[in-house]
RNA sequence: CGGGGCGUGGCGCAGUCCGGUAGCGCACCUGCUUUGGGAGCAGGGGGUCGGAGGUUCGAAUCCUCUCGCCCCGACCA
């Protein structure tokens, strides 16, 4: 049992943010409501941001960056957006510091219009594609951005909600609805299959509400993700704005009609909220478990000899073992490589630089037992006298502490590619599964008050959504309508508040 | 932003009520013995007690203000 953790049961709030400090991937900054990502936390982004670019260029997408700052005016001019983004926006109004008086430095250089640092991108986005977009020639336009947002959020949680937060955007221009619509559902399912596949975390596809949908939006899709305490994650979202930031921004082409038109445009985004999504989805008493495609380590080779003749014996084993799974020329490279003092670094992977590591630091195993399993280390490679006598080391697997004994024969890099792909179905299996069993359905108000209060969980049913409806719903059970899924009964039923029929089934649960 | 809790070496805490030279465990450094699931002994380094004011001969301790973190609520990716 890890001594530094506290355990899910016990405080699950604690326990997230305990794997958080002992797998190192984040820490708190001087500044309230922001965090440090540190160099674990950060490979693991960069994992993310690999895989998700290339499946944004794999559908035809480029990146562009802009700009930071937004001129405030932007944002006024399209109501809804506006509406739901003022009052967390942090408002630049003063271009320098000055030495005042008593000496102290203050702001001065007052700005003639504030900027606001932005939110989200649509409105500069928007300003430029009205330069860009002339006629239908000029479009799709579609583009992606990789920034940081911020939100002045009241309460904020590593990962989930942080004032400041890395995330990529997508905002491409149409030329008519239907391809907007297109556009906006492609990129959820981009999203739905990227957790599933590297992510390891199977999420449900469904559009939001218009209580709960992007302000500035006509249609947000969402994909939920479920974690171990019950609630519900919002882990991406793709929104259909119709025309209205088009409108506001005068995004028009002159169209095969010789007329006028205003596009339709698109965005969609996730953000480093994934990496709290993936902590909350998979990690365990013991601390962090990582899916192995997004894990910066995906082994870890621990030594074990008492004497200097067995750790001879043992370090050649390990370059033995090292070089059937790397090859030679890796394990030559890497004696060159500087890396933490007692580490060894090898390259599994020179495309992702997921590594293999030997820990050779003067401490005893079961202390790098603990190490390296807190920091979710897909597999641990122990290798004593022993093994090397019988020419073989100890597999440890993370995920459920399963142990097996490999013979040096039969390493190889696919062996260790076997395994980590093992690994990562594994992981999705035992999260969908529970998943599955936390997803219930109720047909009476009563029946679902009670699955929210003992089970948690997703609830199914059928709903009329409004918005008097989901305040008096929230209100009384602290869940909102996550969204309507894609996945639609034939049949029509009750809605469980007013008792209307209705064909539409919604997906109820308590959220982050 | 409202209610509650907490800030004392890197981490976890005692000391605060009742003011009197800042302590414990882990971690860290050195040496020896150790090493298959968190080692033992000896020695050593590190804290203006979150910050700023105030009361006092004297403040971790009392008072005022402030900052941060956690929990619950309202808001949100």
Request: glycine share 6%; aromatic share 8%.
């Amino acid at each position: 049992m890890a001594k530094n953790i506290k355990t899910r049961a016990d405080d699950y709030a604690q326990w997230y943010l305990d794997v958080i400090k002992a797998a190192q991937l984040a820490d708190h900054s001087p500044v309230r409501g922001c965090m440090v990502i540190r160099p674990d936390g950060f490979a693991v982004w960069e994992a993310i941001q690999r895989d998700l670019d290339h499946r944004f260029k794999e559908t035809g997408h480029v990146n562009a960056y802009f700009p930071l700052l937004i001129p405030q005016s932007f944002l006024t001019r399209e109501a809804q957006h506006v509406e739901g983004f003022a009052m967390e926006c942090a408002v630049v109004t003063h271009s320098k510091l000055e030495k005042k008086e008593d000496g102290s430095l203050g702001p001065a250089g007052e700005l003639e219009e504030p900027l606001i640092i932005r939110p989200t991108s649509e409105t500069m986005i928007g300003s430029m594609y009205s330069d860009w977009i002339q006629s239908y020639r000029d479009l799709p336009v579609l583009i992606n951005q990789w920034a940081n947002v911020m939100r002045w959020e009241m309460r904020t949680r590593m990962f989930l909600r942080t004032a400041e937060f890395l995330w990529q955007e997508g905002h491409t221009a149409h030329e008519t609805f239907d391809e907007a619509e297109e556009e906006t559902r492609r990129m959820l399912d981009v999203y739905a299959s990227f957790a599933e596949e590297s992510l390891a975390v199977p999420v449900l596809q469904g559009r939001k509400t218009e209580r709960e949908k992007f302000p500035g939006a006509d249609v947000t899709y969402t994909i939920e993700g479920l974690m171990q305490d019950g609630k519900a994650l919002q882990c991406g979202t793709s929104h259909n704005l119709g025309q209205n930031f088009a409108k506001a921004f005068n995004i028009e082409y002159l169209g095969r009609d010789q007329k006028k038109h205003h596009c339709w445009t698109t965005s969609w985004g996730v953000s480093t909220r994934l990496i709290g999504a993936l902590i909350m989805a998979h990690s365990d008493d013991d601390g962090l478990v990582l899916p192995p495609r997004v894990a910066p380590t995906v082994a870890v080779i621990v030594p074990i000899c008492r004497k200097d003749e067995e750790k001879a014996k043992v370090r050649d084993f390990i370059e033995r073992a090292l070089t059937a799974i790397l090859g030679p020329e890796e394990v030559a490279a890497a004696r060159h490589r500087v890396v933490a003092h007692g580490l060894e670094s090898y390259f599994f992977d020179h495309v992702t630089h997921q590594k293999i590591l030997v820990d050779w630091r003067d401490t005893r195993p079961g202390d790098k037992h603990f190490h390296w399993e807190q920091r979710g280390v897909p597999f641990r490679l122990e290798v004593g006298p022993r093994d090397v006598d019988a020419e073989s080391l100890v597999v440890k697997r993370r995920l459920d502490r399963e142990k097996e004994t490999v013979a040096l024969d039969d390493l190889s890099r696919d062996w260790l590619q076997g395994r980590l792909d093992d690994f990562q179905s594994r992981l999705l299996e035992r999260a969908r599964r529970f998943r599955d069993e936390n997803t219930r359905t109720a047909t009476s108000y009563d029946e679902m008050k009670k699955i929210l209060a003992n089970e948690g969980g997703f609830v199914r049913a059928y709903f009329e959504p409004g918005e008097a409806a989901e305040e008096r719903i929230q209100a009384e059970t602290k869940a909102s309508v996550r969204c309507i899924p894609f996945d639609q009964p034939a049949a029509s039923g009750k809605c469980i508040l007013s008792g209307n029929d209705t064909p539409t089934q919604v997906l109820f649960a308590q959220a982050y």
